[in-house]
């Protein structure tokens, strides 16, 4: 009796909605996508990558631009150590150094500051194209990408002077990011006693942006506009020269 009471009880409406629910999944899961709709779909996820992606675009290169000058600070304190070892003079552009003796054999700026066991690294910036592409230019010869730089040694006032002689260090570039057309396999630095055109095409103007990083003598690193750097081209607004060391030598 039990039995047939269960039986004919009415079902419970529980289990008639979740029925319904079920079936009308059914007929959902049966209608297909139109291609309206895909459109639709493929159109938003295009808006969202045009957005997102410039915002990508743009941290990548404020990363290389900190990476930057991170490195040239480095840099900039392997100079102070070896300006520190060698009683105050800065390392040569590319050459030997006048005071040691004996003298070694010849070296680039650089290798004056690897001497301070300043990591190779910090020779290079990420948004150097060369850096990117490790350097490989196709030419076998003594050199590998290790012993290339992405930066510019300003040997217009410092050879053979020394740095305390300088009046206003915070004024006074001393590395400046090298130019793409620059040569990677030999010293990068531009020379003593040469006027603004001469050597201003061995710097990279815009390596980060509109900008590029410079190096100062009192170790601080700023991202500048080039003609910035060289103001009206007069010695007295020039960063790249200092005229208490060269005098007038600027046409
Ligand atoms: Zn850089």
New binding site residues.
């Given amino acids: 009796m039990f039995k047939h009471i269960f039986l004919s009880l009415p079902p419970s409406p529980d289990k008639s909605r979740a029925a319904s629910g079920i079936s009308r999944l059914s007929r959902i899961s049966e209608k297909h996508f139109t291609l309206i709709e895909l459109l639709v779909v493929i159109a938003i996820i295009a808006i969202l990558a045009g957005l997102l992606l410039p915002a990508l675009s743009s941290a990548k290169k404020q990363a290389?631009?900190i990476k930057?000058t991170g490195n040239m600070k480095q840099c900039g304190l392997a100079i102070n150590f070896y300006t520190d070892d060698w009683k105050g003079y800065f390392p040569p552009v590319h050459g030997v150094n006048p005071y040691s003796s004996p003298a070694p054999a010849t070296k680039e700026w650089w290798q004056y500051l690897d001497d301070q066991n300043m990591k190779r690294e910090y020779l290079l910036?990420?948004?150097?194209p060369a850096v990117q592409e490790g350097f490989d230019d196709g030419i076998v010869d003594a050199y590998d990408w290790s012993t290339r730089e992405?930066y510019n040694w300003n040997g217009m006032y410092s050879f053979g002077q020394k740095k305390d002689f300088l009046k206003d260090s915070s004024k006074r570039l001393i590395v400046s990011?090298r130019a793409d057309s620059g040569d990677v396999l030999n010293h990068q630095g531009y020379p003593a006693f040469k006027a603004v055109g001469v050597w201003e095409g061995k710097i990279k103007k815009d390596?980060?942006s509109k900008l590029?990083?410079y190096l100062f003598v009192d170790g601080h690193v700023e991202s500048l506009n080039f003609e910035s750097t060289v103001g009206d081209r007069s010695e007295s607004r020039n960063m790249h020269f200092a005229s208490e060391y060269l005098g007038s030598y600027l046409p």
Avoid at 125 to 128: E, F, G, L, Q, V
């Fill in positions: 290389q631009k930057c910036c990420p948004a150097d992405s990011e390596r980060h590029s990083n």
